[in-house]
């Protein structure tokens, strides 16, 4: 059975850097494209950011050039760099492995306040 774990959420300042980690287990991690998403409260899950099995990416607008998705396939995880922080980016932030039955992790609450 596949189980996501995030970690690395919490407070920040506006301005400020989170790394979030999200750790696949119970399959070949290497071989599955990875996401992150987010939720603000009363708002729908957005795409924040896709990574492919060979390393491609992709970015929503809003968090292109202070976001970086990455993945250590070693480490079967993968991994969301955030810089620059805005209060906008407050959120529940999910990550989502691409199996043919796609497979999310618990969220891991990102808020930033000053």
């Known amino acids: 059975q596949v189980q996501l774990v995030e970690s690395g959420g919490g407070l920040v300042q506006p301005g400020g850097s989170l790394r979030l980690s999200c750790a696949a287990s119970?399959?070949?991690?290497?071989?599955?494209?990875m996401g992150w998403y987010r939720q603000a409260p009363g708002k729908q899950r957005d795409l924040v950011a896709v990574?492919?099995?060979?390393?491609?990416?992709n970015y929503a607008d809003s968090v292109k050039g202070r976001f970086t998705i990455s993945r250590d396939n070693a480490k079967n995880t993968a991994y969301l760099q955030m810089n620059s922080l805005k209060p906008e980016d407050t959120a529940v932030y999910y990550c989502?492995?691409?199996?043919?039955?796609?497979?999310w992790g618990q969220g891991t609450q990102v808020t930033v306040s000053s």
């Open positions: 119970g399959t070949i991690f290497k071989l599955y494209a």
């Open positions: 990574i492919g099995s060979g390393g491609s990416t």
């Open positions: 989502k492995i691409y199996l043919a039955t796609p497979a």
